[in-house]
């Protein structure tokens, strides 16, 4: 009797377990289960439109989904449509890899002001997430600030700084390449509390500021030290040297003038952190930042039309799911939520690393897997399948299948123009539609 397993999450954490299962349980049925009627978590709604070959790594994980014994349940949200209780009552293991996707809050005063947005909701938007059409961000105004030293406060800075030229080859969705085409910005304030050394830049994506042909990086009234600290390891010692480097040359950008000329400006800006938003008729108008270093007195008021926060992510709560809300993620010891039940990916460690790290991570709790398997704490015996699709039938659900996604994907990608590689759908309902036409 196969083993009947249940993954919850279709993104790289969801993909890369089902990979491993597949691969070392010797008879096993798995479904993966997604929420949305696409695939891929953050692959699609995360990573920046303008890096492509990134997301290439779904061609990966689509071999997975194609393999016999792994089948797809799309547009089935566990929590309100399938329970907790109900997955466990089906499947002898269960695997949850539901990632972060909820924004950390800034907690200063004004952040409800309109204008005001996470990243994660920011960043949705111009990667066509359902959720955050529902409640689209408007560009007003010449001046962006994004609060963050890390590589989600970068996308969102080149992409807001590109031309329309430069945005063509992507697949940002039709209403923000048109919001961002038309957009007025031209000083865009990158925020971080840390000092040049501590900033959370890859190189690679610092060094993609200088390839913009209609913005300019610059730093001012800024000491950058020559070389890091001298206690790091020889890896991150190089990083953060290059790095330094570059922060070198955008502050001889902004000594010259003739440089920066009729461009956007990306102003990186250290050591300062957010006290306030101050509003004018409801949307923010300026944002209070604070130097690290110095006195309360000494606080500097940023004229500001739209601010984005960057500062990182928490897992969403799945009800009866053992949650840790100080940490914003699911509750486990070492992966293991309760005896059949485990947690990979952002969820399980928090929004932390790059699509290869989950990797890593399925590879640890399938080992754990594995060995509970072979101690006997997991055993074949539940139903699996034939249950979940009694539960379906009789909820009246509109679950998706792997072809169905599949079905979509080419449709978006046949009604794209130009050099767009796909024009996203932007709700369930519009996806449900191609299924029906
Ligand atoms: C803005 C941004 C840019 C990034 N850029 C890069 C990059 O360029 N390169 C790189 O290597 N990494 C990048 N990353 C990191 C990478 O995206 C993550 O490491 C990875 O996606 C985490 O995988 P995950 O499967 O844990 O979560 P996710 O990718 O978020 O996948 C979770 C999945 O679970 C589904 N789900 C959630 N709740 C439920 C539920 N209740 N029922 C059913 N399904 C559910 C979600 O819809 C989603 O599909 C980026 C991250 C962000 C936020």
Redesign the pocket.
């Known amino acids: 009797m196969p083993l009947q397993i249940a993954i ?7 993909c890369f377990i089902a990979e491993l299962l597949s691969r070392k349980i010797e008879d096993c049925q798995i479904d993966i ?4 009627p696409s ?5 699609r709604a ?3 439109p303008d ?1 492509q070959g ?1 997301k290439n790594v779904t061609r990966q994980f689509e071999k997975t989904l194609e393999k016999d014994n792994i089948r797809v349940l799309a547009n ?4 309100p449509d399938i329970s907790y209780d109900e997955l466990k009552s089906c499947y002898d293991l269960v695997v949850i ?5 909820e924004d950390r809050m800034l907690n200063i005063p004004g952040e409800d002001s309109a204008g005001v947005y996470g ?2 909701h920011f ?1 949705g938007w111009y990667n066509g997430h359902p959720a955050s059409h529902q409640n689209p961000p408007e560009l007003k105004g010449p001046s962006v600030a994004i609060i963050g030293h890390g ?2 406060a970068l ?1 969102i800075a080149r992409l807001l700084a590109k031309t329309s030229n430069e945005r063509a080859e992507t697949d940002i969705c039709a209403p923000a390449m048109s919001q961002l085409d038309n957009s007025e910005v031209s000083d865009i304030y990158l925020i971080g509390r840390g000092t040049p050394e501590q900033s959370k830049f890859t190189p690679p994506e610092l060094a993609e500021l200088k390839a913009l042909s209609a913005a300019v990086p610059v730093i001012s009234n800024t000491r950058i030290p020559e070389t890091p600290s001298s206690d790091l390891d020889p890896r991150e010692a190089r990083a953060k040297q290059m790095n330094l480097d570059l922060f070198r040359e955008f502050a001889e950008n902004a000594s010259n003038p003739v440089l920066t000329a009729g461009k956007t400006r990306i102003h990186l800006l250290f050591n300062h952190s957010p006290v306030a938003v101050a509003s004018e008729n409801g949307r923010i108008k300026s944002l209070k930042l604070k130097h690290q270093a110095e006195q309360a007195s000494d606080e500097l008021a940023l004229p500001v039309d739209t601010l984005i926060s960057a500062i990182g ?1 928490r897992s ?1 709560e ?1 009800s009866s799911v053992p949650f840790d809300t100080q940490q914003g993620r699911i509750q486990h010891e070492n992966g293991l939520i309760e005896p059949g039940v485990y947690a ?4 399980r460690r928090g ?1 932390n ?6 990797r890593a991570d399925a590879l640890e709790i399938s080992k754990r897997i594995l060995a509970d398997l072979d101690s006997g704490q997991i055993s074949a015996g539940k139903s699996g399948r034939v249950a979940m699709d009694n539960l379906i039938e009789a909820k009246q659900l509109k679950v998706l299948s792997y072809q169905d996604w599949k079905t979509i994907d080419q449709a978006e990608q046949d009604r794209a123009q130009g050099n767009k590689p796909r024009e996203k759908f932007l709700t369930e309902a519009e996806m449900l539609q191609v299924l029906s036409s």
Not at 76 to 79: H, S
């Open positions: 919850v999450g279709s993104g790289p954490a969801g289960i997604e929420r949305l695939l891929f978590g953050l692959v995360g990573v920046a890096h990134t089935l949200n566990v929590g890899a539901t990632g972060a996707s990243s994660s960043v590589n989600v996308d992510y969403r799945i990979t990916g952002w969820c929004p690393g790059v699509i290869p790290t989950n």
